[in-house]
């Protein structure tokens, strides 16, 4: 008879079974060809000769797992019997992009996989063309988060990143008559062979209900009695280091009901309501960031929020940890960085866990929390710093209300022991506002709770320090930190820019890939002719080959010898994509009324890409006014095809790697002191584009290292914006004062791109003359001057092209590598699992 297994059998490391080496497939062509068909028969059950494309894909992607796998278990043994501190990742998304090439690349296998292909008689263009991208993120914070755990995984630092399993993403973006239209996402429509589901290890996260006091042993305790629940199911990825045997693990939480099914009410026949609690609960993981302008959508986000951190958090301390950890040495063990607010409903809830079902002391359990959260802050702007008011709180999670409230009481007392009665200061620091209604401010409660809180660029940081926070700087000293954002040359270089990335092997070696600081050394080479003339002829095949996508899929054509001048973000009106719209305005007002020969004007396709919140009204009409912009431009024959504009919908990760690398130009034109950082515009300048900027964000520091003369600056300062404000900014005496603005705004208010209706874009125009937030009017003049600073330098081709591998060469700071030791060094201590 076989013994029973002990109690935590998934957690005893010292079982033979769990001490013995996993061996993977023989990494040989004919190994790989094997494994595959083996695939390909038993897990889709079809012989190769009935084979969908899909079947193949899946087999493949089946196959490059299964060589993952073994690593990846050996990773999660020796991590549960070293017990080294790893680092939990909370991220409200993920972007991914594809995974089919990365998890080649990361294994080492794209060769034999090609040729294991090449021997069935596969086009294995044919499976990459077959992957959908995840629908888990949206933009810079999701892919951010991606870069990250890329890089952990990569320098071989323990991590789990936790995060949620998105049904249907955020939107798949479409237009109708140039407007944005939101269709789902329906990514998992086909399943996804990355994904390993584990329905047996769900947790029970539990909402709303009420609290109650008790008496256990003579303390008086309380407790929380939950008015229902739902199911959180993990769905495990492996997350590959680059050639390093190691593999992490992203877990993500998909929301399932507890009694999805009622037998009785459907025997009835009311279907509807037999399925309601399943349909209830799965709202919670349906899609990212559903739209919160009503009751029912703020609820549903904070559902959102504490469903996947309270699995999280359950799930490290129950499933990670031994059965005999000693709870009290939990900062040895784990550090919760919280990407942004979204996840700081965490620190609450790990106070709960401590005082309610570990028994700990008020005191103890704090001193634990303080030491296990960090906090990254994303945002500079006030409306982003997520508030939860108190009646939904106390509604929806009775008890971290409570604890919020004794946080923060606690708190104030040691405000008040410092500065004395100070009751403006008290009232600005209170974790609790008060106005316009009483609401619970996260980013307070997160950097009171955690161990350091950083910004993501330098001048993000000062300003998070000065003038977002400075009372909590002042209260805690040394707290403040700054972590400049990376991005992973893996995915960005590597796989997006084949042709780039073989170039610099060539001329500096191998090893940059994960060292990519030694880019320095392609200094030299932007001073050798042979090797500008080889950078050229490298932009110009990517070119041509996003030329072939944007054909292929969108029906979009750019034409030979044209400057590629790109934006693509998510639409806000602080990135100012209508200060670049105008510029395009400006160009085509000056030729089709003649003041300007279309032979004198610079070549230019603008690209735009970008995503507006489906209830952010203003920026879905500005999508809309670029799309009508587009139309009028690209058709009028007086332009004579030297100006064009392309908006290729639902920008993701994969268009995002073939239009980086072949883009001239990156804007890069927020109004200055509101950009935290940016990652794209690093990735447009380690793919050698050169920016126009404003000194926001990240840009201070890409235009410090790759030099004036290689980066176009404009616009004002973050003192000269505050200045202007204190002053009295009237957007409309910017108007009046530039004669090529008000044309360009006349020109828009007249019709002109609107089939002669006024009305239609009226909006736009009023709200730039009488409101204008960030300043487009202030800065435009200063932006068309750079502008033609831009066409000036891009006649000077051999000129361009050496300012561009000047950009590559000096950007190496920019990896997410570089990154990941900031944040070892300066906030989490856990140092590689050797």
């Not at 079947?55 to 050996?74: G, K």
């Not at 249907?168 to 086909?190: K, N, S």
Request: charged content about 25%; proline content about 5%.
């Amino acid at each position: 008879m076989t013994a029973p297994a002990p109690a935590h059998h998934p957690l005893n490391a010292t079982h033979p079974l769990a001490l013995a080496p996993v061996t993977g497939p023989a990494s040989s062509v004919d190994g790989f060809v094997r494994q595959f068909l083996r695939n390909l028969n038993y897990e889709r059950g079809v012989p190769l000769s009935a084979s969908t494309p899909n079947d193949r894909y899946f087999a493949f992607a089946m196959t490059v797992r299964d060589y993952l796998m073994a690593r990846w278990l050996e990773d999660l043994r020796r991590q549960r019997v070293v017990q080294a501190k790893g680092v939990c990742y909370l991220s409200a998304e993920y972007l991914l992009g594809r995974q089919l090439d990365n998890n080649l690349l990361a294994s080492g296998l794209t060769e034999i996989a090609t040729e294991a292909m090449v021997a069935c008689g596969i086009d294995i263009e044919e499976l990459r063309a077959q992957e959908v991208e995840p629908g888990l993120g949206n933009g810079g914070l999701g892919r951010l988060a991606a870069c990250f755990i890329d890089s952990l995984a990569t320098m071989g630092v323990p991590n789990i990143g936790y995060g949620i399993r998105y049904e249907y993403g955020i939107f798949r973006q479409t237009f109708v008559d140039g407007q944005q239209v939101e269709q789902p996402d329906a990514w998992l429509t086909l399943g996804s062979p990355w994904e390993f589901p584990h329905p047996e290890a769900a947790r029970r996260i539990s909402f709303g209900g009420h609290t109650e006091t008790y008496d256990d042993a003579g303390v008086t305790r309380s407790r929380w009695v939950p008015g229902w629940d739902v199911l959180a199911v993990p769905y495990n990825y492996m997350v590959p280091g680059y050639l390093n045997g190691r593999v992490n693990t992203l877990r993500l939480w998909s929301a399932k009901a507890t009694d999805s099914f009622d037998l009785r009410v459907f025997n009835s026949g009311d279907y509807e309501e037999a399925v309601r609690a399943q349909t209830f609960a799965e709202n919670i993981s349906k899609v990212l960031y559903p739209e919160d302008s009503t009751p029912q959508g703020k609820e549903l986000r904070l559902q959102q929020q504490y469903f996947f951190v309270a699995a999280s958090i359950g799930d490290f301390l129950e499933h990670t940890l031994p059965a005999d950890f000693d709870i009290h040495k939990l900062p040895d063990r784990v550090i919760f960085q919280l990407n942004d607010t979204h996840p700081v409903i965490g620190v609450p809830e790990l106070m709960r866990v401590l005082v309610d079902e570990r028994k700990l002391e008020w005191d103890a359990a704090w001193a634990i929390t303080q030491q296990c959260f960090a906090y990254t802050c994303h945002t500079l702007l006030p409306e982003a710093l997520e508030v939860w008011s108190v009646d939904l709180l106390g509604r929806l999670l009775p008890r971290h209300l409570e604890i919020i409230y004794r946080i923060n009481e606690e708190f104030l007392e040691a405000v008040r022991e410092r500065y004395g009665d100070d009751e403006m200061r008290i009232r600005n620091m209170s974790i609790i506002g008060e106005f316009p209604e009483r609401s619970v401010r996260m980013a307070y409660l997160a950097t009171v709770a955690g161990a350091k809180v950083n910004g993501v660029a330098e001048l993000h940081s000062q300003l998070l320090r000065d003038k977002v926070l400075p009372d909590f700087n002042d209260f805690f000293p040394g707290k403040f930190t700054n972590v400049t954002n990376g991005i992973t040359p893996r995915r960005f270089v590597r796989l997006a820019n084949p042709g780039l990335s073989g170039l610099i092997t060539e001329a500096i070696g191998t090893g940059w890939l994960t060292d990519l600081e030694r880019l320095r050394e392609l200094e030299a080479y932007a001073e050798d002719p042979q090797f500008r003339q080889a950078f050229a002829e490298v932009k110009a095949a990517n070119k041509r080959r996003l030329g072939d996508v944007l054909r292929a899929r969108d029906g979009l054509e750019i034409s030979d010898g044209h400057m590629l001048d790109v934006m693509v973000k998510r639409l806000h009106e602080y990135k100012r994509q209508m200060l670049k719209l105008l510029h395009v305005v400006t160009q085509y007002g000056s030729i089709v009324s003649g003041r300007v020969a279309a032979s004198d004007v610079l070549p230019r396709t603008v690209i735009f890409g970008a995503k507006a919140a489906p209830g952010y009204a203003m920026a879905k009409r500005i999508i809309h006014l670029i799309n009508a912009v587009g139309e009028v431009v690209n058709t009028d024959p007086r332009v004579e095809g030297r100006l064009k504009v392309l908006f290729p919908p639902n920008y993701n990760v994969t268009l995002a790697e073939r239009l980086i690398p072949a883009a001239d130009l990156s804007e890069q034109i927020s109004l200055a002191g509101k950009e935290a950082s940016g990652t794209g515009n690093m990735k447009f300048a380690l793919n050698g584009a050169l920016t126009i900027g404003t000194d926001d964000g990240a840009n201070v520091e890409i235009r410090q290292l790759v030099g004036d003369d290689n980066f176009f600056l404009f616009g004002m300062s973050e003192p000269e914006v505050e200045a202007l404000w204190a002053r009295g900014y009237k957007p409309a005496d910017f108007y009046q004062g530039d004669e090529n603005l008000r044309r360009a705004m006349d020109l828009i208010a007249s019709g002109a791109f609107s089939g002669g209706d006024r009305s239609v874009f009226e909006p736009i125009v009023s709200n730039l003359l009488y409101d204008d937030r960030f300043m487009v009017l202030a800065d435009y003049s200063s932006y068309v001057a750079a502008q033609e600073r831009v066409d000036a330098a891009y006649v000077d081709q051999d000129a361009w092209t050496r300012s561009a591998i000047l950009n590559v060469a000096r950007s190496g700071f920019f990896s997410s590598d570089r990154s990941m030791r900031d944040y070892i060094e300066r906030i989490w201590h856990t140092p590689p699992l050797l």
